[in-house]
T-cell receptor, first 113, second 114 residues
Framework: QKEVEQDPGPLSVPEGAIVSLNCTYS??????FMWYRQYSRKGPELLMY????GNKEDGRFTAQVDKSSKYISLFIRDSQPSDSATYLC?????????????FGTGTRLKVLA | DSGVTQTPKHLITATGQRVTLRCSPR?????VYWYQQSLDQGLQFLIQ???????AKGNILERFSAQQFPDLHSELNLSSLELGDSALYFC?????????????FGPGTRLLVL
């Protein structure tokens, strides 16, 4: 079993839809959770960064962490064609352990105009 | 633009050959990480350097090696290349302080081994 599981998609939605992307994980030591967006043939770029459980909102993006269920989500409101990309979740156990980044395999999202 | 640069962007070579990928981290970042991304494996951590010293190793093959130079740029050397080494290779950097774990990724080097 992989430490981090992510549905590879592809996920196709119409423009304006609310998108929900999810990851589950098995290691309860994870404390820091991130979402990266990767456009085709580009490097991943950081979208959201959260610590422990709870919600964090940034514009149209909301990251949610439920440590009790070992489940994290990224919601995209009013999705746009420019949101079409692969979304990777990532997590690390604690501060100073940056080498322990574990990435999900990514979910491909396509927003149709 | 993340501030991390990687060269070359594309590399085509033959099996058995050796190549060197180069990475310059963001200004001020002391840590450099190398990742391999293939379609079926996702992003796989290879190795981390911090201020010139190797800090952590991931799933890096013995045919691969890396180093970080005094000016903090890093090179990833891949030797005795095999078809299966074809992948995207990313470099990332971070400040690596106790409060800044964010990794910033470069644009990647696409390696094709024929």
């Amino acid at each position: 079993q992989k430490e981090v599981e992510q549905d590879p998609g592809p996920l196709s939605v119409p423009e304006g839809a609310i998108v929900s992307l999810n990851c589950t994980y098995s290691n309860s030591a994870f404390q820091y959770f991130m979402w990266y967006r990767q456009y085709s043939r580009k490097g991943p770029e950081l979208l959201m960064y959260t610590y422990s459980s709870g919600n964090k909102e940034d514009g149209r993006f909301t990251a949610q962490v439920d440590k009790s269920s070992k489940y994290i989500s990224l919601f995209i409101r009013d999705s746009q064609p420019s949101d079409s990309a692969t979304y990777l979740c990532a997590m690390i156990p604690g501060a100073g352990e940056t080498y322990k980044y574990i990435f999900g395999t990514g979910t491909r999202l396509k927003v149709l105009a | 633009d993340s501030g991390v640069t990687q060269t070359p962007k594309h590399l085509i070579t033959a099996t058995g050959q050796r190549v060197t990928l180069r990475c310059s981290p963001r200004s001020g970042d002391l840590s450099v990480y190398w990742y391999q991304q293939s379609l079926d494996q996702g992003l796989q951590f290879l190795i981390q350097y911090y201020n010139g010293e190797e800090r952590a190793k991931g799933n890096i093959l013995e045919r691969f090696s890396a180093q970080q130079f005094p000016d903090l740029h890093s090179e990833l050397n891949l030797s005795s290349l095999e078809l299966g080494d074809s992948a995207l290779y990313f470099c990332a950097s971070s400040a690596d302080t106790s409060r800044q774990e964010t990794q910033y990724f470069g644009p990647g080097t696409r390696l094709l081994v024929l």
